[in-house]
């Protein structure tokens, strides 16, 4: 009589094993695609950074520098140049010309005609000694 309850233990120790291999299993499916949903929603959340539209009027600045070309105050912060029209800035094209001390972060290195240039947010550099100017390429 003994041998008939020692079977249905091991029956239901096997039942078990099993019921716990399944759980795991489902866990690690649910991880693996909560995983691919957190990697295919930081791929779309990529910035796109570009030049604003020139005329775009804005109230403030972070940490401007101002630099003086032909008699006209700019004003420079993370790559885009700004003009002062009373308490407040307009976006403006990069003047030609202008010198720089150091280049945004972000700015990618462009060869063009065996000649090395850098180019942020579509505004084009070279170095000129210990400078970058603004040029037209």
Do not use: C
């Not at 401007?64 to 307009?90: F, Q, S």
């Not at 462009?110 to 970058?132: C, I, P």
């Amino acid at each position: 009589m003994i041998k008939p309850f020692y079977n249905i233990k091991v029956i239901h120790i096997e039942t078990i094993k099993i019921h716990n291999m399944k759980s795991i299993q489902t866990i690690l499916v649910t991880m693996a695609l909560l995983g691919t949903i957190l990697a295919t929603n930081a791929q779309t959340t990529t910035v796109v950074r570009v030049y604003p539209k020139h005329g775009t009027v804005v109230k403030t600045i972070a940490n401007p520098r101002v630099v003086v070309h032909k008699k006209t105050n700019y004003y420079y912060a993370d790559g885009v140049w700004y003009k002062a029209r009373g308490k407040k800035y307009v976006v403006t094209a990069a003047p030609r010309g202008i010198k720089v001390s150091t280049l945004p972060r972000g700015s990618k290195v462009v060869y063009r005609n065996g000649r090395r240039f850098y180019r942020y947010r579509g505004v084009w550099y070279k170095k000129r000694g210990r400078n970058y100017i603004v040029v037209n390429v």
